[in-house]
């Protein structure tokens, strides 16, 4: 049984040139001990679909329709002074993005673990501070750390003790939004291994949301491709990455330089993300899809199962699997 | 003039030192105030048409090494020849002519460009200070072919937009093509794609690879990313506390390099496959404060390679094959190692 279930999500932003259509229509799944990544580039609607599924929306924000089931309770229908006691948090957390800056430089860090965890369960400070020295040791820093200060940490030790106080009441998913972006890359290195290591140690479900398709490819079983508010793809990582079935994957592919290969020429995509208050009709990608047909600008394609377990929304599939020669 | 194999920037043992300011008690106890190695004895060349990649972490000294080029921090010692002039015993006034023929790309389009400018007034600002135009009729005539350069066309559909109006690539390419008007002889890019989305870096790149083979300018790029390096750079400095640790032709450092550090940071690097190797931490503990640097190699403390040496004596820079330079004591033993496929001394092998 998933421990998230997320069905036709639709999260609208209110704003003076119209409705921004930021979610618009997401179906997946995350299990127990699953990592789910989603892919995409800056304005697809990953950051909000973040703050829907943790139901901290910004004033202009309105979830338009859809579910949010965590372990059965649904976020959507449920009050807020009901998120607030029983979902948010205890069920499904958040490493915010730019973690390295949501400390606050005036408090040491284990007391402001210390309070999330007063803040939001029924324990003394005494247990309290047994638990955040546990939970400091579980992302590898030294407890005797926590009456640091956060300038006193480095980079990664401040994303670690974020992580810890995302863990404080062992949630069931935890969303990772852009874990590792202004980290170097050996300590990204690390804060990746970590973040497996306490999938596999807790069971947590983890929501990896980044534009780096490399780092997701590292950590996720299933990926989501999502393109201007909606899935262009979605199914296990290596269908994913092995048969690419839409062509804005294949672009993201071309696109990213690959380590291990030789020199090569990257292709862009050409145009840029669209204005998400007046997407394009029909497919929302095929003004800059190298295949676009008529069909693409009339009608928007349905997300079917291309594959066993593998979902995309494009027309012409098929056709473009057998003019790259694809198999199967 | 323009042949190419000509040495267009030759710096040499370039130092910068950066003195740590402390409050008034502190300066009154005495003593030497704490100083930041930030670039330590970096030398490198860059010929003709060429386009050269230092890499490194935060905190390496790459971006103050690009700043010491341009003459915007005076470098503490050493000597930065361009075109056989030594810009590091220039005033700032006799500077002002090479301002020119060293141009600069940002890394963030959002910031480096005025808002309230035209793309026109960006692009033609410097044809104007520099006096290299006598009237609006040529400068637009420069502008538009900079502006083609780069791949805004049609070009005169862009001269009146302002930055808002375009994506980053666009801004980005904006950007280049205010370097490129002044018809540098030297392009210094500091991260240029790293603020881009994904989809259109590859557009931002190929720009900097066309205008090199049009124009046989050379670049200077720094960035973090060693994919990049490889596929944009012909040769690439692997920077690590100030000092360059390896360098050589691009493809070769990344794939066959011979410092422990060169490796520890290509193992760290995600590749778009989820069934190809994952990625190890190789280097334990943290990058070392630049105030004061580990003695000897100052990778020792985090090398899985580290003998005594290490730490007592300070690797010089060899050849370890034609044109590839290595700072390392044990760079054949970590050779071998690495490409029997193990990642240190006596370790597992790094694929199973």
């Known amino acids: 049984m998933p421990v998230l279930s997320v069905k036709d999500l639709r999260m609208y932003y209110t704003t003076m040139a119209g409705d921004v259509k930021a979610v618009d229509g997401l179906d997946f799944e995350v299990e127990e001990s699953e990592v789910l990544g989603i892919v995409g580039e800056s304005g697809c609607g990953k950051s909000s679909l973040s703050l829907a599924l943790m139901k901290l929306l910004p004033s202009n924000a309105k979830i338009i329709g859809g579910q949010i089931l965590v372990d059965g309770l649904d976020l959507v229908s449920a009050s807020d002074a009901e998120v607030r006691r029983r979902i948010r948090w205890r069920k499904i957390a958040m490493i915010p993005q730019g973690a390295m800056n949501a400390l606050n430089p005036v408090f040491r860090v284990g007391d402001q673990i210390v309070e999330s965890i007063t803040a939001h369960a029924d324990s003394s400070k005494g247990e309290a501070q047994k638990r955040t020295a546990d939970l400091l040791k579980l992302v590898g820093i030294d407890p005797s750390r926590a009456r640091y200060y956060p300038h006193e940490f480095s980079g990664g030790m401040k994303q670690r003790s974020m992580i810890a106080m995302s863990l404080s009441l062992t949630p069931s998913v935890l969303i990772a939004d852009e874990p590792t972006t202004a980290l170097d890359v050996i300590v990204q290195a690390g804060i990746v291994q970590l973040l497996l290591a306490i999938k596999k140690e807790l069971g947590t479900a983890i929501i990896l949301i980044s534009h780096d398709l490399s780092l997701v490819a590292q950590m996720s079983d299933k990926v989501a491709i999502m393109y201007a508010g909606k899935f262009a793809e979605y199914g296990s990582s290596v269908a994913v990455y092995k048969t690419p079935l839409h062509p804005y994957t294949l672009g993201l592919l071309g696109a990213f330089a690959d380590i291990r290969k030789p020199k090569e020429a990257l292709i862009s995509i050409p145009g840029s993300p669209p204005d998400l208050v007046n997407p394009p009709t029909g497919c929302r990608f095929h003004p800059r899809c190298p295949y676009a047909q008529q069909v693409c600008i009339d009608k928007e394609p349905e997300f079917e199962e291309a594959l066993p377990g593998h979902m995309v929304s494009c027309h012409l599939w098929r056709e473009i699997q057998r003019s790259r020669g694809v198999k199967g | ?352």
């Open chain 2, 1 to 352: 003039m323009s042949e190419t194999g000509e040495v267009v920037l030759d710096v040499q043992h370039l130092v910068k030192f950066f003195e740590v300011r402390r409050s008034f008690s502190e300066s009154l106890r005495g003593g030497e105030a704490p100083v930041v190695h930030a670039v330590d004895d970096v030398g490198f060349t860059i010929k003709r048409g060429e386009i050269y990649c230092l890499a490194g972490e935060s905190g390496s000294g790459k971006t103050t090494v690009l700043r010491t080029v341009l003459m915007l921090t005076e470098p503490t010692g050493g000597s930065v020849v361009f075109e056989g002039v030594d810009l590091a015993k220039k005033t700032r006034k006799e500077l002002k002519p090479y301002r020119t023929k060293i141009q600069v790309v940002f890394q963030d389009p959002y910031e480096s460009v005025n808002p309230r400018m035209t793309v026109f007034d960006i692009v033609s600002e410097g044809l104007f200070i520099n006096n290299l135009v006598s009237s609006r009729e040529e400068a637009v005539e420069a502008v538009l072919s900079a502006l083609k350069d780069v791949q805004l066309i049609p070009s005169d559909e862009y001269l009146y937009r302002y930055p808002h109006e375009l994506s980053g690539g666009q801004r980005q390419r904006v950007a280049i093509a205010r370097a490129l008007v002044l018809n540098p002889e030297l392009i210094l890019a500091d991260e240029p794609v790293s603020m881009l989305d994904v989809s259109i870096r590859a557009e931002v790149i190929n720009v900097l690879l066309s205008i090199r083979e049009k124009r046989n300018i050379s670049i200077l790029m720094v960035t973090h990313d060693l994919a990049l390096a490889k596929d944009m750079a012909d040769e690439l400095a692997v920077m690590y506390v100030g000092k360059i640790v390896e360098s050589g032709p691009a493809g070769e450092v990344v794939a066959k390099h011979y410092h422990p550090y060169t490796h520890a940071l290509v193992a760290a690097v995600p590749v778009p496959d989820p069934e190809g190797v994952k990625i190890r931490v190789l280097a334990s503990g943290e990058i070392p404060t630049n105030i004061s640097p580990p003695s000897g190699c100052r990778f020792h403390p985090r090398c899985p390679f580290a003998a005594q040496v290490c730490s007592d004596e300070e690797p010089p820079l060899v050849e370890a094959s034609p044109n590839h330079y290595v700072a390392c004591h044990f760079w054949k033993e970590a050779f071998v190692t690495f490409s029997k496929g193990q990642d240190k001394p006596g370790g597992p092998d790094a694929h199973g």
